[in-house]
């Protein structure tokens, strides 16, 4: 977009929310936020003697006060009971995966029995491809969004190479059109339609890592199904960030991350969704371990796997307690908030954070009379985006992160160009945003 153009949108997006770059009116504004209390019942990081302001929810989230807790309540049974644990500890161990079914469907919008904790991201999209990625030689494509994260790009490359396939025949990159930063869902669903019975399935990211667009899940398994493709999501940056409602929209299946949004700590237990219509099939392929095998037989320890019902029946292993002891502390934070009511602060915060940005570089830009300096990659549609936005600097954005450093304001740098910032509802406030705003403005006026 020309930056004039750039500017003009900008200025009529912002007159709508009737936002104002003061100190006073962000303070309002976190006045009258009902969850503004729950920034409290997080750790923040220490620079320079003082608290961080941190927009690094999207790579990593804050430790939950209550996490040390939890552990040591692990820790304390493990000496007290050693294996007697598994049935005796404050959460039994034997059936500690269970905790999570009600807490996690609600965060995707399912039925308890089609979410599990277990693993992490990566294994489980492998897990997840041996199942759902069944190629055949007219069928067997692979729709995905351009430059995805590198982990699923290798697994999507290792999958097709996996069933003999050449990567470059069987994934296909969704491409913006030339000029833009993000893909139109229209050219997703066209794209999907024009591969048609070639297409396997479309594995794609809930909220893209790079540019922050959150794709339509709902069309876009709709338009898979159409052609006779499944669709499958990796909800890394979506879960905890968007409400969604898999089971309704009928995806096959989807798989996250919990050290993100969901503040579960550094490689915490992830997590998948399987839609009930495949969880029920036990003679859907997979890859069995013991634990995925229906618990009243589990223990005869007898040869021939049956698989538990619904999304259980995919795990290999027994519950990975320390970690899923802080997982489960982290999402009783978001039961008591409210996925609802933080997308609702979420889009308002991020509408200021944009609001901010748009105001400094209108600043830029008249003072200087040039090209805008910070460009938006993230859709201005709050309904593409979560609470992340990704700005591209023309000019000396490494140095300009490392400044936004020296000053305590924690963000994230992405060679070659992008600074990306993610306002989590939980525990960011519009003082923050306008602390930000402030610093940044003072950076690119040096
Ligand atoms: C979109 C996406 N996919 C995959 C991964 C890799 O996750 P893991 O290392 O937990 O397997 C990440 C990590 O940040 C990610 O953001």
């Not at 940056?237 to 409400?243: D, I, P, R, S, Y």
């Not at 495949?278 to 049956?306: C, Q, S, V, Y």
């Not at 009511?341 to 979420?346: A, H």
């Not at 992340?388 to 450093?405: A, P, Y």
Request: net charge neutral; glycine share 6%.
């Amino acid at each position: 977009m020309a930056a004039r153009e750039f500017f003009h949108k900008a200025a009529k997006d912002t007159k709508i929310m009737n936002f104002n770059n003061s100190l006073e009116f962000a303070k309002e504004l976190d006045k009258a936020d009902k969850l503004s209390a729950f920034r409290d019942k997080f750790f923040f990081p220490q620079l320079n003697g003082k608290e961080a302001i941190y927009f690094c929810g999207n790579s990593l989230g804050l430790q939950p006060k209550t996490a040390s807790a939890a552990l040591q309540q692990e820790l304390s049974d493990w000496a007290q009971f050693a294996v007697e644990g598994h049935f005796h500890a404050k959460n039994p161990w034997f059936s500690y995966e269970k905790l999570f079914d009600k807490p996690l469907a609600k965060l995707v919008g399912a039925k308890p029995s089609e979410v599990c904790a277990l693993g992490s991201l990566t294994n489980n999209l492998h897990l997840l491809m041996v199942s759902f990625y069944r190629p055949t030689a007219k069928r067997f494509k692979i729709l995905c969004e351009e430059k995805p994260f590198a982990s699923d790009q290798y697994a999507l490359e290792s999958q097709v190479k996996f069933h003999s396939f050449k990567p470059d025949e069987a994934i296909i990159e969704l491409k913006p059109r030339a000029g833009e930063f993000t893909l139109r869902t229209e050219d997703i669903l066209a794209k999907i339609e024009e591969l048609n019975d070639e297409l396997a399935l479309v594995m794609i990211g809930g909220v893209n890592y790079y540019t922050g667009q959150a794709f339509d899940m709902k069309s876009i398994t709709e338009a898979a199904h159409k052609v006779g493709a499944l669709a499958g999501f990796d909800l890394a940056h979506a879960m905890g960030n968007l409400v969604m409602n898999l089971h309704d929209w009928n995806v096959d299946f989807a798989c996250w991350c919990s050290y993100k949004y969901l503040n579960s700590g550094p490689g915490s237990v992830a997590g998948i969704f399987v839609h009930e219509k495949h969880g029920n099939n036990l003679e859907l392929p997979r890859f069995a371990g013991w634990w995925g095998n229906n618990p009243d037989t589990r223990f005869k320890m007898e040869k021939g796997f049956i698989p538990a019902i619904g999304a259980d029946g995919w795990q290999l292993s027994n519950a990975t307690v320390f970690s899923m002891a802080v997982h489960k502390m982290a999402l009783d934070i978001f039961d008591e908030a409210g996925i609802g009511n933080l997308r609702k602060k979420s889009e308002k915060l991020t509408a200021y954070l944009e609001f901010i940005i748009d105001e400094i570089n209108s600043r830029q830009f008249a003072v200087g009379s040039r090209q805008s300096k910070i460009t938006l990659l993230t859709p201005r549609d709050k309904n593409q985006r979560g609470c992340q936005l990704s700005l591209v600097l023309s000019e000396n954005g490494k140095q300009i992160h490392e400044q936004l450093l020296k000053a305590g304001i924690i963000t994230d740098w992405r060679n070659p160009d992008v600074i990306r910032l993610a306002p989590a509802p939980l525990y960011n406030s519009f003082e923050d945003v306008w602390k930000f705003g402030n610093e940044l403005n003072k950076i690119m006026e040096r």
